[in-house]
């Protein structure tokens, strides 16, 4: 007996111990439509089912709605949703699309059509309707584009925007509200001769929990060995988490 499938009974009281194969007839032995599923339902009617349920929370649709698709052969469809889904309606994490990730390498090692390629889509889906739902990056791409559109639309107008960006040209420019990004990877932090050891005070920071315990230690051998010289004033700013009210103030020093 096939190891990954436990023996039960068909519908004409035959013991089965396979996966049932594809045979292009639904449940009830109609033959089924181009984009039809073993069930009788819409396979795009089943997709976005699965997003809704996803956005809701709602484990047993999500869960349903990936067997049903990976039992009728839309496998590929299914997993190009969660991973699409992963971006689109998830809060930023790592973990969900990892586990999304590998529950389609099992998937496709096992075949989709067999009792564990369908658990496999099955865990996925709930691990993303699990996830905390959020169109964080569907919203910020749609802002960011709308805002785009009227700032270029007020340019042409010779006009201010009534939007803008999160970031201005004032802001993005030495001296401004960012200046610590133009170190010497940049072109003008170059010119503003802002070599590596700018970079280790200012730009290498991090927050606003700080450097872990080994991290600053490994850190501060660091700067002790370097060949430029630090300050203590300038080690302890290098080791400094950020202000998490304003983590982007960062004083100057004297050379």
């Known amino acids: 007996m096939d190891e990954e499938r436990q023996a039960t009974f068909g519908p004409d009281g035959e013991l089965e111990t396979e996966a049932p194969e594809a045979t292009g007839t639904n449940d009830f032995g109609e033959e089924t439509g181009a984009d039809e599923t073993d069930g009788g339902f819409n396979r795009y009617a089943v997709v976005s089912l699965l997003q809704k349920a996803i956005r809701r929370g709602d484990e047993e649709v999500s869960a349903w709605c990936a067997w049903e698709l990976a039992r009728s052969g839309f496998g590929w469809n299914l997993w190009d949703r969660l991973n699409t889904f992963v971006v689109e309606d998830l809060r930023a994490d790592a973990q969900a699309a990892l586990l999304v990730g590998r529950y389609e390498e099992l998937a496709e090692d096992w075949d989709m059509d067999s009792r564990r390629g369908q658990m496999a889509?099955?865990?996925?889906?709930?691990?993303?309707?699990?996830?905390?739902?959020?169109?964080?990056?569907?919203?910020?791409?749609?802002?960011?584009?709308?805002?785009?559109?009227?700032?270029?639309?007020?340019?042409?107008?010779?006009?201010?925007?009534?939007?803008?960006?999160?970031v201005s040209d004032e802001d993005l420019a030495a001296g401004g509200k960012y200046d610590v990004a133009l170190d010497g990877h940049t072109g003008e932090g170059a010119r503003l001769d802002r070599s590596s050891p700018f970079f280790r005070v200012h730009g290498a920071r991090v927050g606003p929990e700080g450097e872990p315990e080994l991290s600053a230690r490994w850190k501060r051998l660091y700067l002790a060995l370097d060949e430029y010289d630090y300050t203590e004033e300038e080690v302890a700013h290098a080791l400094d988490a950020v202000d998490a009210d304003d983590p982007w103030t960062d004083p100057g020093f004297d050379d």
């Open 121 to 166: 889509a099955v865990q996925a889906a709930l691990v993303v309707a699990r996830a905390r739902a959020a169109r964080e990056g569907a919203n910020a791409v749609n802002a960011f584009h709308a805002i785009a559109k009227r700032r270029a639309e007020a340019h042409e107008a010779g006009e201010e925007p009534a939007h803008s960006f999160p």
